[in-house]
């Protein structure tokens, strides 16, 4: 099958299909439950990580804890792999890559595996819904693993929605958060402020001063929108303000929707400010680096 088919079929066999298949290969483990037989034991070393896996961050705390687990009761649960592409004798993870560090931790020789043969596209698909069932993820390893279903594989914001039980909404508000600086992505890495408070950051054209203050001072979510609202209008010039009644007034809910689509597509901030009562309004892009002026350049030349 070619590569353009296989972006036209949406999500591959479907994540439902997908997930099946590797709970029937690793069943949830209850009290009494006896667990599957794994296909075979494989040397540690011959096993290694998905460069693709959407989780960056391993809590070492949780890494030692499950090692012990590991040294007391061995895994019960076997790793999902897949023959590593182009290495005979060697297997790249489908799920499991936690357990597989940790029993590194506990001085494992060899690990029990359940082998699979999957695509590209299944496997990433598998990394993220295995994550996102777990609450594995911060948001923006969440964020970026939606992201790059989109860009490697051509999937939609409706066919991941579909397909992982969320909202459309939900899925464009999480891309908008990869539109932050770095630095203020670091503190969302980091727990050092929540989706919320990075939501409310987006609208803004300093955030990461006000990020600084909203960790300095604790401020809650409610607490860094009016920060935000302040630091807006006074940003705005009182002539400005004048010309444009409709920036003071709350959008509705269609139109940051559409905000939202129009950043996530183009993965720069977009402000959309129609003019009550009538047709017409403005739509304002904000870039960030010359990088993104220049990919914004190249999209409009494309469509020329």
């Not at 506990?106 to 598998?126: G, K, M, W, Y």
């Not at 950051?201 to 401020?219: C, E, F, M, N, Q």
Request: glycine share 6%; net charge neutral; with cysteine.
């Amino acid at each position: 099958m070619s590569e353009h088919s296989k972006k036209q079929r949406g999500l591959g066999r479907g994540l439902s299909a997908l997930m099946a298949d590797v709970s029937a290969a690793s069943p949830q483990v209850t009290t009494g439950a006896i667990p599957q037989r794994p296909d075979r034991n494989v040397p540690i070393e011959q096993i290694f990580p998905n460069p693709d896996q959407p989780r960056r961050t391993f809590s070492q705390e949780q890494l030692d804890e499950l090692a012990n687990s590991i040294r007391a009761k061995g895994i019960i649960q076997p790793l999902i792999v897949r023959n590593r592409p182009g290495r005979d004798g060697e297997f790249e993870i489908v799920a499991g890559e936690r357990r597989w560090r940790a029993a590194q931790i506990a001085r494992l020789h060899q690990v029990p595996v359940v082998v699979r043969s999957f695509s590209d596209t299944e496997v990433l698909e598998i990394a993220i819904i295995e994550n996102i069932q777990r609450a594995d993820l911060n948001p923006v390893e969440e964020a970026m693993g939606y992201r790059q279903l989109m860009e490697k594989f051509g999937h939609t914001q409706e066919k991941l929605a579909e397909a992982l039980g969320k909202s459309r909404s939900y899925i464009a508000n999480l891309l908008r958060l990869l539109n932050l600086p770095e630095e203020v992505l670091d503190m969302l890495r980091d727990g050092q402020l929540s989706t919320g408070h990075a939501r409310a950051l987006i609208t803004t054209d300093h955030p990461v001063d006000l990020a600084r203050k909203i960790v300095a001072g604790g401020l809650s979510v409610r607490e860094t929108e009016r920060l935000v609202k302040q630091a807006a209008q006074g940003e705005q010039p009182t002539k400005s303000a004048s010309k444009s009644p409709s920036s003071t007034m709350t959008k509705d809910a269609d139109t940051v929707a559409l905000e939202g689509d129009l950043s996530a597509a183009l993965r720069m901030r977009v402000s959309v400010d129609h003019t009550p009562g009538g047709e017409s309004g403005k739509i304002t892009l904000h870039y960030n680096t010359l990088d993104q002026l220049d990919d914004l350049c190249r999209i409009l030349t494309s469509m020329s």
